[in-house]
């Protein structure tokens, strides 16, 4: 069986064959134009003649162009489910561009990606795209490494906050503003309050959640507005993997995260 690589190059040479065969249609069209208006009866015989054969030519060009396409819709379904991740997986080797897999997903660091087989799309962080050529995908991804990070950590701390006070004993806002230590909160449980709603999970996974706290630890922003400092204490969650949300590093490490804690600042 083709790649999707292999079957999206011979789509776009087919395609490329019919344009050119238009291409020849329309110059002999303008000869035969000319040689109309200058009447000369022997030239317009020769250029009938020749688009007559012109036409012939784009039928068939036509024919192979909706034929190059290789993948019924069943096995283009097969192929996203089983064989897409590491078609993409060698496309970026090829460009020395890192490819993890975690949890179902690729990470591309920092974007993650996931491939929706039944949509024939992928989504990229939270942005969702039917075009999944491999070599335009790596590209994308290779794009979004060297470009200004759109994730604003100040905005997610905050509702991190948010999130843990709720989980919290009821008197820890007070404590923190006397510059106290609240208690270690599980970060499933912070990621659970995130997604409460139906269908929230699909839309923000928690490797998603995960990717977010490692840019937000990677950021040097650690503090909230009311002077409250973030922390991320690994306690013994660590080695346990339940309770335990993980990530990739830029060179593939593990990257865990299990509880998070807030201290008070006196001011």
């Keep these: 069986m083709s790649t999707f690589e292999e079957g999206f190059a011979a789509t776009e040479r087919a395609a490329d ?9 329309s110059r002999l069209a303008r000869q035969l134009q000319r040689d ?25 060009q036509v024919g192979n ?3 190059a396409w290789p993948f019924a ?21 090829k460009e020395g561009l890192q490819l993890f897999e975690r949890d179902g997903r690729l990470i591309a660091h920092p974007s993650v990606l996931r491939v929706l087989p039944g949509e024939r799309a992928v989504r990229i962080d939270r942005r969702q795209s039917s075009s999944i050529r491999p070599t335009k995908i790596v590209s994308d ?13 100040q905005p997610f701390l905050e509702s991190l906050y948010s999130a843990y006070l709720a989980l919290s004993q009821s ?14 909160v599980r970060l499933d449980r912070i990621y659970g ?48 993997p339940r309770g335990t949300i993980s990530f990739v590093g830029p060179n593939g490490e593990a990257v865990l995260y299990y509880g998070i804690q807030f201290s008070g600042v006196s001011r």
């Design 17 to 25: 064959s019919v344009l050119q065969a238009l291409g020849d249609v």
């Design 36 to 60: 109309a208006r200058a009447g000369n009866i022997a030239a317009i015989r020769r250029g009938t003649a020749r688009l007559e054969e012109s036409l012939s030519l784009i039928r068939q």
């Design 65 to 67: 162009a909706t034929q």
């Design 73 to 93: 819709p069943e096995e283009e379904l097969a192929y996203l489910q089983d064989r897409y991740a590491s078609e993409l997986q060698g496309e970026a080797k």
């Design 141 to 153: 991804l290779a794009k979004l490494q060297h470009s200004s990070p759109r994730f604003r950590p």
């Design 171 to 184: 008197d820890t806002g007070d404590r923190l503003k006397l510059g106290g230590v609240g208690q270690v």
């Design 193 to 240: 309050l995130f997604t409460g709603l139906p269908g929230a999970q699909r839309e923000y996974s928690q490797l998603d959640f995960a990717r977010d706290l490692y840019s937000l630890e990677n950021s040097g922003v650690s503090e909230v507005r009311s002077g409250a400092r973030v922390s991320f204490p690994a306690s013994t969650g660590t080695r346990n």
